[in-house]
Nanobody, 114 residues
């Protein structure tokens, strides 16, 4: 069974930084393009960034230049370094594959105060 365990969220002031982690299990992590998503109240879940198995990265325009996605295949873990955070980044952040599995983790809450 595929499982994702996200962590690292919290409350931070505008301009601050956070680093999220996602431990994946039940899948061949090394061959999967991994992604981070986020969902704010009343909005649909959106794709924030993804990283291929070889390390090629892609970002949504709203986070480009501020967020950095990375992965450690030896630990089956994906990361999202978030810098220069803005109040509009407030959301629950999830990881999954770029073509998502049916299973989702509980997510990790990120709250950015102005």
């Amino acid at each position: 069974q595929v499982q994702f365990d996200e962590s690292g969220g919290g409350l931070v002031q505008s301009g601050g930084s956070l680093k999220l982690s996602c431990k994946a299990s039940g899948m061949y992590f090394t061959v999967v393009t991994m992604a981070w998503y986020r969902q704010s109240p009343g909005k649909e879940r959106e794709l924030v960034a993804h990283i291929t198995r070889s390390g090629t990265t892609t970002y949504a325009d709203s986070v480009k230049g501020r967020f950095t996605i990375s992965r450690d295949n030896t630990k089956s873990t994906a990361y999202l370094q978030m810098d220069s955070l803005k109040p509009e980044d407030t959301a629950v952040y999830y990881c999954n594959a770029q073509v998502p599995f049916n299973e989702w983790g509980q997510g990790t809450q990120v709250t950015v105060s102005s």
